[in-house]
């Protein structure tokens, strides 16, 4: 799953450009982050990758298929998202889980929820993974419902992983437990993230630098950091 932007143009509105021709690649398997103030353009990069919205001018690819040639479902079938703000279903955890992948086994689901850090945590709920969430049942904190959502993601095992400011809503000890389980996730999977500050971006095989629609710098977290 080898991501390639060329020469992205985008804006929403003619007359305000957001991407002015960004380039950049994510290798098959490995992690580049994204990170710059607010208003940048970072999560118009990955709207354009799940196919919010086309691009004007450019090109995306995913090995080497352009993303406009592939049904929208398809093309979202190889992809897990994991956004700043998860919203489950009124159902249980057991079904926001396992709609990652239906056909997965209650064996699977609980594999999924150890990857994500969260299988004790239910286990220790009356009702399991019958628990029902959302606004009619367990009221899930924002860290929790981060786990439900990785849980989620690791059952349906994408190639390619959007992590689009994924630990940003929370404190900074759910931030680092979380941030431990999206790095199991990541590993040996395409993965882009997007990101305000280059701290929670460690990890990343290639960092670059979005200022005013345009790559202002790219390299390594310690190369960035000695130039910051
Ligand atoms: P970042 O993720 O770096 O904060 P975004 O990609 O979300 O930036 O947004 C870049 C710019 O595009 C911002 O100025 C934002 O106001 C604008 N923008 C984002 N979404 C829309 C939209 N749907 N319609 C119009 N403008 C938008
Ligand atoms: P897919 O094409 O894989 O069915 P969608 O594009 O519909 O996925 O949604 C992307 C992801 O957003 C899903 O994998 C799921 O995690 C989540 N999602 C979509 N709709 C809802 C919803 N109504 N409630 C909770 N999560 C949802």
Redesign the pocket.
Known sequence: GAIVFKDVHFHYDPDRPILKGVSFEVPAGKTVAVVGPSGAGKSTISRLLYRFYDVQQGSITIDGQDVRDVTQ?SL??GI??VPQD????NDTIAY?IR??RPGASDAEIEQATEVAQIARFIKELPDGYNTKVGERGLKLSGGEKQRV?IA?TVL?APPILILDEATSALDTTTEHEIQSALDVVSKNRTTLVIAHRLSTVVNADEIIVLKGGEIAERGSHSVLLEQN
């Open positions: 479902k979202r079938a897990g998202m998860t919203v489950l279903f926001n709609y990652g959502a989620r349906k």
